[in-house]
Structures are given as structure tokens and as C-alpha cells.
């Protein structure tokens, strides 16, 4: 007689926190964390969002994530995820810890008698290392106006040569446009991760402050995708590419803040964030009070616009557009 396992014995559901501090109120301030683990051993997933307490996304499309698998178990695997890495970030809708004013994202891999951000980024590597992941997936958001695409730190060096590899194919499987970073970062979560030989990959979703319900489904696809190409769950009935132009496909591109804004002045954008551009085409000009055209910031590079400044405010040397170029 044949007989079918259900769903709760496939896997392994669990919801629950990691303690980070007790406030002046006595209020303990909590990280929450989620996991599903199969019976099968197989790859070990981790995904986190809003390092950045203003970039809310990420908690949603790994809510997204969650549900899907709950309705159809891992293959073999686990998944784990902490949604809300800055929840005193999250509650004042600021991209620091408030109560430091600190960058969580500049304090890995964190220190246990360190600040404020560096003691909640020291238990979230500590937990993270200790299950040995395959694979870390960082959920950001960007400017107000930009698209979705994979953050790939710099080359980390012939020592780590196997994490970045890896973490460069999984890009290449995520559907969105990659970008590579020029200068790392030190102290970031990916740059720390990569440098204890673990993948980690940045996924931008677009706008921040407030949860865009159609770069959730983008950021729900884009997982789904990669969690198939680690043989973690059966390829996806339709498969996600993320609508960039074509020139892009399959390409690394460059990240570049370049040009940054000629003059002060009121900026006013000439292209799109998707659009490709060409070498010198105009892409903003900024005005004076009177209206006074000040200049005309043109591209450097061909490449796609990734986003603009959220603000029309202009100051000489100030980055106000993100490209990748090729
Ligand atoms: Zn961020």
C-alpha cells in the first residue's frame, strides 16, 4: 500500500526570537526569526531583510516566501530567515539603529561586548555561521525611484574565491540584472559573509519606506528561482526574468554613481530608472531659482539606469544618479 507523507511530516516549521537588548522601560527588544527544515539533509538558506529600518520589502517577500513553502515543502534543505534584522531602524522608519544611530550594515561581523549595532550584528553572524549556510540572501530596498537587481560585492581575493563564485552564479540565477560593486565595504554584512567563505548575495527591490506589492512578487520569483537552481524545491511552472534591456542580459555590470550633480540648483531627471543610455546623452539638467539652466549632466559610460536621487535638491558633487554600466 502506497502511503503519502503530509505536509508536517515533510518538514520542520518553526517561528520564534533571539533576544538582542532590554530597553530603559524593562521592554525586551527581540529579533524574529523563521525555519523550515526538511527531513532531507540537503542546501542551508538564509534570508534577511531590513538591515536598513527603512527598507521594508524584504520582510514581506520573505513572509511571501514562507507561505509558498509551507503550502509546498523543500525537497531537502533548510530555510531560515531573520525579516526584521532593525526593528528600532523599522519603527521610526530610519535606515540606523535609532538609539545609536548607527549603520547595523557597516558593523560585521559584529562584536559580543561591541556598540549597540555591532552586539545585534554579532548574534545574527554567530546564529548564521553556526548552521553552516550555503547560501545568505540579502533583501534591500534602493531610491524611491529604481528597479530591482542583484548587488554582487568586489572580487574578495583568491581566499575566497570559492564564496564568490558561487554567490556570483546564484546572481546569475536570481532574474534581475546583476550589478557589481566597485569598492567593498567594509564592515557590510555580504563583504563580512564573503570574507568567512560563506555566498552572500544582495537583492535591491526596488523602492524603500514602503512595501511595493509588485517587487515582492518580483523578490518572491527571483527566490523561488534560486532556491530551484539549489535543487531545494521543483523548478517554478513559469520561469522569472525580470523585464531590463536586453543588452543587459546576462551580463555583469558595473555600478556607478557617476555623473554626480555639476552645480546647486533644482535637478529635473531626462531618463527612467530601466532605461538604457548611451555615452554622453543628457540624462538631468539642473536649473537656477529664475530657471536658469546651471548644467547638463551627461552619462559617462553606456549602461542602464538603475535609479535617481528621492530628492530634486542639487549640489555640486553630489551623487544623484545610480547606473550600471558596461
Ligand atoms: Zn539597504
Do not use: Q, W
Given at each position: 500500500m502506497k502511503t503519502t507523507k503530509n505536509k508536517d511530516e515533510l518538514q520542520k516549521v518553526r517561528y520564534s526570537f533571539l533576544k538582542i537588548l532590554t530597553g530603559s522601560d524593562l521592554s525586551r527588544r527581540r529579533l524574529p526569526f523563521m525555519a523550515v527544515e526538511s527531513m532531507n539533509p540537503g542546501p542551508v538558506v538564509w534570508l534577511t531583510g531590513?538591515?536598513?529600518?527603512?527598507?521594508?520589502t524584504g520582510i514581506v517577500t520573505i513572509q511571501e516566501v514562507f507561505k509558498v513553502i509551507r503550502r509546498q515543502p523543500l525537497l531537502c534543505g533548510s530555510l531560515y530567515a531573520f525579516?526584521?534584522?532593525?526593528p528600532i531602524g523599522f519603527e521610526t522608519a530610519?535606515?540606523?539603529?535609532?538609539?545609536?544611530?548607527?549603520?547595523l550594515n557597516r558593523s560585521?561581523?559584529?562584536?559580543?561586548?561591541?556598540s549597540v549595532a555591532e552586539r545585534i550584528a554579532n548574534i545574527i553572524f554567530s546564529t548564521i555561521k553556526e548552521t553552516n549556510p550555503t547560501l545568505v540572501l540579502d533583501l534591500h530596498n534602493d531610491w524611491m525611484k529604481s528597479i530591482p537587481y542583484t548587488v554582487l560585492d568586489p572580487n574578495p581575493g583568491s581566499a575566497h574565491k570559492k564564496a564568490y563564485e558561487q554567490t556570483k552564479k546564484v546572481a546569475m540565477e536570481s532574474g534581475f540584472l546583476v550589478v557589481q560593486e566597485i569598492e567593498e565595504v567594509k564592515g557590510s554584512f555580504s563583504h563580512s559573509l564573503l570574507e568567512h567563505d560563506i555566498p552572500a548575495l544582495t537583492i535591491e527591490l526596488g523602492?524603500?519606506?514602503?512595501?511595493n506589492e509588485k517587487n515582492v512578487e518580483y523578490g518572491v520569483k527571483s527566490i523561488m528561482r534560486i532556491l530551484a537552481y539549489l535543487q531545494m524545491?521543483?523548478?517554478?511552472?513559469e520561469d522569472f526574468a525580470y523585464q531590463a534591456p536586453q543588452a543587459a542580459k546576462g551580463k555583469i555590470l558595473k555600478f556607478s554613481s557617476l555623473p554626480?550633480?555639476?552645480?546647486s540648483g533644482i535637478i529635473r531627471f531626462l531618463t527612467r530608472p530601466g532605461d538604457l543610455v548611451k555615452k554622453d546623452r543628457a540624462v538631468a539638467k539642473i536649473y537656477n531659482a529664475f530657471g536658469k539652466l546651471q548644467g547638463t549632466l551627461l552619462c559617462k559610460q553606456d549602461g542602464v539606469m538603475l535609479g535617481h536621487s528621492d530628492f530634486s535638491v542639487a549640489f555640486p558633487g553630489a551623487p544623484v544618479m545610480a547606473f550600471g554600466v558596461f
Open positions: 531590513c538591515i536598513h529600518g527603512d527598507e521594508v525579516p526584521l534584522m532593525n530610519s535606515r540606523n539603529i535609532t538609539l545609536s544611530k548607527e549603520d560585521f561581523p559584529g562584536d559580543k561586548i561591541g523602492e524603500s519606506y514602503i512595501v524545491i521543483a523548478k517554478p511552472a554626480v550633480s555639476s552645480a
